[in-house]
């Protein structure tokens, strides 16, 4: 089947800087796409989710960019805290795949002070 | 603190033992879905239920049994588990059935299973 994965399985940032985390999916059918977080010994977290007649989307210091050209997903967080420090999860769907969403592989995402 | 909750957080079972794992929402969602991950890994679907009805199961082996008894609650009856089967698994509801792969999941924190 087709999945969904992530350019790096870690990033490391300083306290303060912008965070840029990636996920290319494979299936151009996809058209609902959320972004996850999942601290240690809790569940993953909604953060935001985009839609694919949207190419971005901004909540509180995170925004997500969608490229359907090239199928790719990104999270950008804005001035990282220790508190974003987690694995972070892209998923998608597909209404016409029928199924539930396809979670990626994640990125640990490591801030320092 | 999650909308959905997951009862035991730990659970640590023989090979030859029969327990369950239970959730709960009361977020009126009529979706419902058990997950399991294994450590680093992303979460796998094992079964959706729907309006109370299980609508996906992916090829999970027979012994993992879920039952959904009414749209709040969701089981995961274990039996004759292996111990390749220890891992965090995770319940989440959603709101509109019809819509499993475009509408955001609401996950709880998991019940920790550990087979001796």
């Known amino acids: 089947g087709e999945s969904v994965g992530l350019h790096l399985p870690t990033l490391s940032v300083q306290e303060g800087d912008n965070s840029i985390i990636n996920c290319a999916y494979s299936n151009s059918a996809s058209d609902y796409f959320i972004w996850y977080k999942q601290e240690s010994g809790k569940g993953p977290q909604f953060i935001i989710d985009?839609?694919?007649?949207?190419d971005k989307r901004q909540g509180q210091r995170v925004t997500v960019l969608l490229n359907k050209t090239v199928k790719h997903l990104s999270l950008q967080i804005a001035a990282t805290q220790p508190g974003d420090s987690a694995v972070y999860f892209c998923?998608?769907?597909?209404?016409?795949?029928?199924?539930?969403?396809?979670f990626g592989k994640g990125t640990t995402l490591s801030v320092s002070s | 603190d999650t909308e959905v909750t997951q009862t035991p957080k730990h659970l640590v079972m023989g090979m030859t033992n029969k327990k369950s794992l239970k959730c709960e929402q009361h977020?009126?969602?009529?979706?419902m879905y058990w997950y399991k991950q294994k450590a680093k890994k992303p979460p796998e679907l094992m079964f959706v239920?729907?309006?109370?009805?299980?609508?996906i199961n992916e090829s999970v082996p027979s012994r993992f049994s879920p039952e959904c008894p009414n749209s709040s609650l969701l089981n995961l009856h274990l039996h004759a588990l292996q111990p390749e089967d220890s891992a965090l698994y995770l319940c989440a509801s959603s709101q509109d059935p019809g819509q499993v792969s475009n509408q955001p999941q609401h996950f709880g924190d998991g019940t920790r299973l550990s087979i001796l």
């Open positions: 985009i839609r694919s007649n949207m």
């Open positions: 998923a998608e769907g597909s209404v016409q795949a029928g199924t539930a969403l396809i």
């Open positions: 977020m009126g969602h009529r979706a």
């Open positions: 239920y729907s309006y109370e009805k299980l609508s």
